[in-house]
Nanobody, 125 residues
Framework: QVQLVESGGGLVQAGGSLRLSCAAS????????MGWFRQAPGKEREFVAAIRRSVGSIYYADRVKGRFTISGDNAKNTVYLQMNSLKPEDTAVYYC??????????????????WGQGTQVTVSS
């Protein structure tokens, strides 16, 4: 059974940093995209970043480019999201997701097969 477990969320002041972790079990995802999405109250879930470790492909949403960094550890089957220079508009529940097949639709919510439970990130002004 595949499980994705996020950790690392919390409350931080604007300009601060947080590091999210997503530990996968039940399957190895290095060949497929693993991504981070977020959902603020009353808004749709949106793409943040994705990584396909086997080929070194990394993608970011424009609004986080230069502030967030996605990385992975194959040995731990874990993906990280380092978030720097956080802004109040980054406040959301952050979800880890993984695809079960090779896909180029890294930003498409519907293209992901597995999801974590989410972790809250709150950035105060």
């Amino acid at each position: 059974q595949v499980q994705l477990v996020e950790s690392g969320g919390g409350l931080v002041q604007a300009g601060g940093s947080l590091r999210l972790s997503c530990a996968a079990s039940g399957r190895t995802f290095s060949t497929y995209n693993m991504g981070w999405f977020r959902q603020a109250p009353g808004k749709e879930r949106e793409f943040v970043a994705a990584i396909r470790r086997s080929v070194g492909s990394i993608y970011y949403a424009d609004r986080v480019k230069g502030r967030f960094t996605i990385s992975g550890d194959n040995a731990k089957n874990t993906v990280y999201l380092q978030m720097n220079s956080l802004k109040p508009e980054d406040t959301a529940v952050y979800y880890c997701a993984a695809q079960g097949v090779v896909s180029y639709q890294y930003a498409n919510v519907g293209a992901y097969d597995y999801w974590g439970q989410g972790t809250q990130v709150t950035v105060s002004s």
